[in-house]
Nanobody, 125 residues
Framework: QVQLVESGGGLVQAGGSLRLSCAAS????????MGWFRQASGKEREFVAG????????YYADSVKGRFTISRDNAKNTVFLQMNSLKPEDTAVYYC??????????????????WGQGTQVTVSS
């Protein structure tokens, strides 16, 4: 069964950068799409970025477009989220998610069937 483990969260000042990683435990990683979501305190979980199984197609929420970059290394079973020009409103728990059985990504959390435990990102002003 696929296990996802995120890392790379932390505390950063506004304008700074962080790189999140999500390692999958299974060798079929290249067969399914991945996404990053976030959930701020008191708010619903929201889509941040998604990437197709082969890495050729990416999608971003408007709020992060131009600042965040999603990528994947299928040889290392890992997906990344490079976050630049961070803002206080980016503060949230960030989750990676796998869309097992699908090559294409989705904006909707219910279309993902495996989730990591989350990593906290805090951006101070």
């Amino acid at each position: 069964q696929v296990q996802l483990v995120e890392s790379g969260g932390g505390l950063v000042q506004a304008g700074g950068s962080l790189r999140l990683s999500c390692a999958a435990s299974e060798r079929t990683f290249s067969n399914y799409a991945m996404g990053w979501f976030r959930q701020a305190s008191g708010k619903e979980r929201e889509f941040v970025a998604g990437i197709s199984s082969g890495g050729g197609t990416t999608y971003y929420a408007d709020s992060v477009k131009g600042r965040f970059t999603i990528s994947r290394d299928n040889a290392k079973n890992t997906v990344f989220l490079q976050m630049n020009s961070l803002k206080p409103e980016d503060t949230a728990v960030y989750y990676c998610a796998a869309r097992l059985g699908y090559y294409s990504t989705s904006y909707y959390p219910h279309n993902y069937n495996k989730w990591g435990q989350g990593t906290q990102v805090t951006v101070s002003s």
